[in-house]
């Protein structure tokens, strides 16, 4: 029996789960927010109950240390030695990494090399890492890639029709996201179907704030709707997703805009919250549209026409579609964006029934039995697959 530290450092955050291995059961879960100010969140959970403190946390490094600090005194580890591994998510991998690895001197210095291309998450990865190393010297850090799963995608999905000289020299191209999530699922949904995963084509919808699709043939991604960054694909929380890029240059030219500020404006200002004007949430958008708000209406119904087209483009692209999982925030609790989906897609053959389809948060076959693809609830797990590719990679004996 061992104790894994699953770790997702952010730009002002730090959220934490401990494993124990191999029953993957979680001992404890929490998380550092606002970091940098005086009144910054520490949560943790104790015997099953949120325990809350405001405190001052300047940086990654108190976090880390406070975090340490209350594993031994709620008595949830008795020595910080107990911790056999930790493993650190990580956005942007790149070319370089297909796979999980160990951390050393080379993923580091490769990881920080992709800082242009993860300008937001990777600089706050590192100084996870580099914090959780000081505290934590001789058991083995283990770094996994939300891109990792990707790295299958054939070269008619990942490149972008552009100079390719853009793409030798830059390596612009697509990257995706979630990969980690999207695998999962898939993994899980072919267990849930009781099928080997090499015999299916599967759909995966991650629908949270940020939102991605992926096509997983045989048990590999072949596409994926994210694209160098997080803001190609289907209209988001905050991103608009897909669009003529000439939107740019026509909004500078009226408005006077920076590239710089009409990315942001793509990555913050857009998708539901732009079109709605009201929230980058779903339920609250959900709530207004009961209310009657058009706008909120149309916020929602771009998101889900274009996960029905990625849908529609997989299918083409597979040869067919067996099974199609909702996962992530909006995927796990919202029917409505599910029924508007399976909807759009009538044609393909698929069905849910209604009932199934209240379901939230937990594992399930929305489907009907005559639907010719399965549907999928499937809450998703990021955190557990670190944890296993901590076990997997760094060879710990269970
Ligand atoms: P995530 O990024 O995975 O945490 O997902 C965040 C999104 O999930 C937000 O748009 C939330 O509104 C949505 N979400 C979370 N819980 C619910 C719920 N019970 N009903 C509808 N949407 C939800």
Not at 225 to 239: F, K, Q, V
Not at 295 to 323: H, N, P, T, W
Not at 327 to 335: D, L
Not at 342 to 355: C, F, N, S, T
Request: hydrophobic share 40%; with cysteine.
């Amino acid at each position: 029996m061992k104790k894994i530290m699953s770790v997702n450092a952010g730009s002002s955050s730090l959220k934490f789960k401990l494993f124990e291995m191999p029953s993957e059961k979680v001992i404890t879960e929490g998380n550092v927010e606002r970091i940098g100010l005086n009144d910054a969140y520490f949560t943790i959970k104790v015997n099953g109950e949120k325990q809350k403190e405001v405190l001052p946390i300047p940086t990654h490094k108190e976090a880390v240390a406070k975090l340490l600090k209350e594993l031994l005194a709620k008595g949830i580890v008795k020595d910080i030695k107990e911790i056999s591994g930790v493993g650190h998510r990580i956005v942007q991998g790149g070319w370089y990494f297909s796979d999980s690895c160990l951390v050393n001197d080379d993923t580091i210095a490769k990881i920080e090399e992709l800082c242009p291309l993860g300008p937001l998450h990777n600089p706050a990865h590192l100084i996870g890492i580099r914090e959780f190393m000081k505290v934590l010297p001789d058991v083995p850090h283990v770094v996994v890639f939300d891109t990792a799963f990707h790295q299958t995608m054939p070269e008619t999905s990942f490149m972008y029709a552009i100079p390719y000289d853009w793409y030798e020299t830059y390596k612009v191209r697509k990257y995706g996201a979630h990969g980690t999530s999207h695998k999962y699922v898939a993994l899980r949904c072919a267990e849930m179907l009781g099928k080997d995963i090499k015999d299916l084509n599967i759909v995966t919808c991650h629908l949270g704030n940020g939102a991605s699709i992926s096509a997983v043939k045989g048990g590999k991604c072949i596409d994926t709707s994210m694209g160098l960054t997080p803001l190609e694909g289907i209209p988001m929380g905050t991103r608009s997703g897909n669009l003529d890029p000439t939107v740019l240059s026509f909004m500078a030219s009226k408005k006077g805009y920076t590239l710089e500020e009409l990315i942001t404006i793509l990555n913050k200002k857009s998708g539901y919250l732009g079109v709605s004007g009201i929230s980058n949430d779903s339920r609250d958008l959900e709530e207004a549209v009961s209310q009657g708000n058009e706008r909120a209406r149309l916020a929602l119904d771009l998101q889900y026409k274009r996960i029905a087209d990625y849908i529609g483009s997989y299918y083409v692209l597979m040869g067919g579609i067996d099974a199609i999982v909702f996962t992530a925030g909006i995927g796990e609790n919202s029917p409505r964006c599910r029924r508007s989906v399976i909807d759009r897609i009538q044609v393909l053959g698929a069905k849910i029934d209604p009932e199934m389809n209240k379901l939230r948060g937990k594992e399930a076959i929305l489907s009907t039995e005559d639907s010719k693809i399965k549907v999928l609830l499937i809450p998703t797990e990021e955190e557990l697959m670190i944890a296993r590719d901590v076990v997997r990679v760094a060879k710990i004996e269970l």
